[in-house]
């Protein structure tokens, strides 16, 4: 590949997802799709310009291994960082995600960060600052998830989550690491598509995807909760695509010989099946019932989506070589031990009894009306700056006015004291001022430069 190529598709799939946002006449949308299309016009101006002075340092175009140490270098590793949602870069993916169409939401959530992640492996791979940064994703994802009301937006947070465990690996760099960069994407196109799909259907019949809002869903919406079920089970659980790239991430880590990042990244794992699984599933679906409507289920076509989703992720899991073929890297890796399998099992049980006897206890979840994020900061400045500017420009038309009112006071008092011929208050033709004007830009250039 080369920048060119990179710059086109990077700018068209800007563009592309900016209509994704556009979807009705409503303001809000309207809004949202603005900040997020300015938000990607800067980085792809991060992109050309870091681009642009590359090839002036090399004189080839071609995208190969960019080592961190120069502008250019940097300035393009800005670019990627925006669309792959690093810390403080995250706002517009909060904000854009859940204001997209059910539909929408499913393809912004496939391509538009995995291509961030493509660009960051092909460029910045072994880059050892890439691992503590994957590692606040980790950490502060799963603080404001557990802590948010709104579903979708919950599943934003496990998106960039995710995008944390992908950008740890291109950090560690080996090829087992990229090898299982890539496998946790494809797997998490599916699982998150899923759950993605699963909460448009919610929306689009309950009206609403706030938990506190929502409750008793899956006697009224089967087909959907079998499908989140099993979307949930697809992140991490044994026979899902989820378990086979998990898997080799956490061998990845366990070859750097860092207990601590192996830790986290575990922990990690337990914290987005409860954050993005069982926080979905249970109050949603199995709370108490807070509508008393009839609500449909998911219509067909939606259905045949969610089976697709999960024949894949079934279909990765129980032949996970069919994954590991089409890797970058060949992978020798044994799946399906007693062992592992049994220890997946064990964690993931101990997750669903925590989660249960917290929920038991009442300790959590007690969901806010806002989790404030990047996004209300987005949101706040633009506003406050263009009342801020609206009040510059009303002092400055007063201003304007009230010169205007002297200027029309000092005339009628120069035509009643001097009359209508005077020459300071009588009319002169455009040519003479013009004529007038001329001699004083001249005078002023004689006399800057002599």
């Known amino acids: ?165 992908m950008i740890i690996m291109i950090g560690i760099g080996t090829p087992l690491a990229l090898s ?94 409860i954050m993005a699984g069982l926080k979905l599933l249970y109050p949603a679906f199995l709370g108490p019932q807070r509508q008393h409507r009839k609500i449909n289920d998911a219509p067909r076509a939606m259905r045949m989506a969610m089976l697709l989703s999960t024949l894949g992720l079934l279909l990765l899991g129980c032949r996970p070589n069919l994954l590991y073929q089409i890797l970058p890297y060949p992978v020798d890796y044994s799946l399906y031990t007693v062992a592992h399998v049994v220890e997946q099992l064990v964690l993931l049980t101990s997750a669903t009894l925590i989660f249960a006897l917290l929920m038991r206890w009442g300790i959590w979840p007690r969901q806010t009306a806002m989790v404030w994020d990047v996004d209300t900061l987005q949101r706040a400045v633009p506003s406050h700056w263009l009342a801020y500017q609206q009040r510059i420009q009303d002092g400055l038309a007063g201003l304007i006015r009230a010169i205007a009112a002297v200027g029309g006071i000092v005339s009628r008092r120069l035509r009643q004291d001097q009359g209508e011929e005077s020459a300071l208050v009588r009319h002169w033709q455009t040519g003479s001022m013009a004529l007038w004007v001329a001699i004083f830009l001249s005078g002023y250039l004689l006399l800057y430069f002599f």
């Open 1 to 165: 590949g080369d920048f060119i190529t990179l710059f086109l598709y990077w700018e068209l799939t800007a563009l592309a997802s900016t209509l994704l946002l556009v979807r009705t006449g409503a303001a809000p949308d309207y809004g949202v799709a603005l900040r997020y299309l300015v938000i990607q016009v800067i980085s792809g101006v991060l992109l050309m310009g870091g681009a642009v002075v590359h090839v002036q340092e090399t004189g080839s175009l071609a995208f190969d291994a960019l080592p961190l140490g120069t502008g250019a270098h940097a300035w393009l590793l800005a670019a990627f960082a925006i669309k792959a949602t690093f810390p403080l870069l995250h706002g517009w993916a909060i904000e854009a995600y859940p204001a997209a169409s059910p539909a929408g939401t499913v393809f912004l959530s496939a391509f538009t960060t995995k291509l961030a992640i493509y660009t960051l492996a092909r460029g910045f791979s072994g880059t050892e600052a890439l691992i503590p940064i994957g590692a606040v994703m980790i950490l502060f994802t799963l603080i404001q998830g557990l802590r948010e009301d709104d579903l979708r937006r919950t599943l934003v947070y496990g998106l960039i989550n995710q995008l944390g465990f």
């Open 180 to 273: 299982a960069a890539v496998a946790h994407a494809i797997s998490h196109v599916l699982y998150s598509g899923l759950l993605f799909m699963a909460l448009g259907a919610v929306l689009q019949s309950a009206g609403t995807t706030r938990i506190s809002e929502l409750g008793g869903l899956a006697r009224q919406m089967p087909w959907t909760f079998g499908f989140c079920l099993l979307g949930t089970l697809g992140m991490a659980t044994p026979l899902f695509a989820g378990f086979a790239s998990k898997s080799l991430i956490l061998a990845a880590a366990h070859e750097t010989h860092q207990p601590m990042l192996w830790e986290l990244l575990m922990a990690g794992s337990v914290g987005i099946f």
